[in-house]
Nanobody, 115 residues
């Protein structure tokens, strides 16, 4: 069983920045893909950003140019740097790992952006 533990969520003003962290209970260097998703109240969970084992990244259009996903294989940690935050970024952010045919999720961390 793989465990993912997120941290870094907080209340921040519009225009501010936060960095989310996701610590994984196993080595991440060979994990096919890792990513961040978010779910706002009353909405479906949506993709925010992904990073592959080779370091390739992908972003939702709504966060391009503002968010950056990265990983530190030595620390088994994936990060999401969020800049120029907007009230519409308010959501619970979830870390995700796809290993083979299995999907693993963290418990989520709340990000609230005030206007």
């Amino acid at each position: 069983q793989v465990q993912l533990v997120e941290s870094g969520g907080d209340l921040v003003q519009s225009g501010g920045s936060l960095r989310l962290s996701c610590v994984v209970s196993r080595t991440i260097s060979s994990i096919n893909a890792m990513g961040w998703y978010r779910q706002a109240p009353g909405k479906q969970r949506e993709l925010v950003a992904t990073v592959t084992s080779g370091g390739g990244t992908n972003y939702a259009d709504s966060v391009k140019g503002r968010f950056t996903i990265s990983k530190d294989n030595a620390k088994n940690t994936v990060y999401l740097q969020m800049n120029s935050l907007k009230p519409e970024d308010t959501a619970v952010y979830y870390c995700h790992a796809r290993i083979g045919f299995n999907n693993f999720w963290g418990q989520g961390t709340q990000v609230t952006v005030s206007s």
